[in-house]
């Protein structure tokens, strides 16, 4: 049996960055008009926000290995899909400057 597993405060870690990440990815757009609006953010990260809240209101009294893997494997994907939403949204602008 692995014995490894971290602090749940890790989470809490998280959690935080999540929302510093909305407010400044907004802000960027807001200020400059590059990349994901208010409402694309709030959709892409309020789900896995709350999962993450739920299961740190669960209490748990540490973070084992497969929970830390699916907690990483899902900040890629989320990477992944706003960096192809970025991308997305970029192309578009620039079609629409070109015309």
Excluded at 45 to 65: K, N
């Amino acid at each position: 049996m692995n014995d490894f597993a971290v602090s749940p405060h890790f989470l809490d870690f998280v959690l935080a960055f999540t929302m510093v990440e909305f407010v400044a990815l907004g802000l960027l757009n807001q200020r400059t008009g590059r990349g994901l609006q208010w409402l694309d953010l709030g959709f892409g990260l309020v789900p896995g926000f709350l999962l993450m809240l739920a299961y740190r209101v669960s209490q748990p009294q540490s973070l084992s290995a497969p929970v830390l893997l699916c907690l990483a494997v899902a900040g890629v994907a989320h990477a992944c899909d706003f960096y192809r939403r970025h991308r997305a949204c970029a192309r578009g602008t620039a079609s629409h400057r070109q015309a």
